[in-house]
């Protein structure tokens, strides 16, 4: 299967790492030469710089008749335009974006993007199936117990205060979907630092659960 990753960072190494077999043509583009450098030297595959947008790039990177492209940028209308442009002119067989705003995934889905996925999005339509505020707790199971969603609530004395995600990186677990600051719920990227009195979010699979939850409650020697 050929698989075309447009842009992201942690999100990106994570596909990655699901993606990258023999089975599989993987074709890696991204629009910064440090994020090119990094997943390339994590994961020992070529990484092209270029924009996802632009025609003449994803066909430089080989992307024409792809089986499958994901744009994980944290611009939704640049993910938005990847998409089409590997539809239209790449002849890309299914697109997936991820969204920033949960209110774009069903503007994305009625423009012709194949799937929209936002993390906020898919944790909000969970909330609204409990049958009462009761149901709520701080650990949520979906797809049968496959996929978790656990709170996190961050204190001085544990180590990852004061760290960015990008230090953190959990990349090779699972991921960092919101961290909610001041009764405010935020989408993080790689550089955003955690702090004492936040609540994180993280979204992992039940083998990595366990491991993904130690680091964030690890305390300070």
């Known amino acids: 299967m050929k698989v075309v990753i447009a842009n992201g960072f942690h999100e990106a190494d994570y596909i990655i790492s ?7 043509d993987l074709i890696v583009l991204n629009d910064d030469e440090y994020v090119c450098q990094y997943l390339s030297l994590k994961n020992d595959i070529p990484v092209m710089r270029g924009k996802a947008t632009r025609k003449t790039d994803l066909k430089e990177a ?4 792809c089986d499958l492209f994901i744009a994980l940028s944290e611009d ?13 002119l790449m002849n890309a067989k299914r697109c997936i974006a991820t969204v920033i705003n949960p209110k774009n995934v069903e503007i994305f889905r009625e423009l012709g993007i194949d799937t929209a996925v936002s993390s ?3 944790l909000g339509e969970r909330i609204k199936s409990l049958t009462s505020v009761e149901n709520m707790v701080n650990s949520l199971s979906m797809e049968n117990e496959h996929i978790f969603i656990d709170e996190i609530r961050i204190s001085s ?17 699972g991921s960092v979907a919101s961290i909610v600051r001041n009764e405010k719920a935020l989408i993080p990227n790689g550089q955003m630092r955690i702090e004492s009195g936040d609540k994180v979010l993280i979204v992992t699979t039940a083998e990595n659960r366990n491991k993904a939850i130690s680091i964030f409650q690890r305390k300070k020697k």
């Not at 080989?62 to 008749?65: I, L, S, V």
């Not at 939704?76 to 239209?88: P, S």
């Not at 180590?159 to 990008?166: F, I, S």
Request: net charge negative.
């Open 157 to 173: 004395d544990l180590e990852v205060a004061g760290k960015t995600l990008a230090e953190i990186n959990i990349s090779d677990l």
């Open 120 to 122: 906020a999005y898919l």
């Open 18 to 24: 699901l993606f990258n077999t023999r089975h599989n």
């Open 62 to 65: 080989g992307a024409e008749n």
């Open 76 to 88: 939704d209308y640049k993910n938005y335009v990847a998409c089409k442009t590997a539809k239209l």
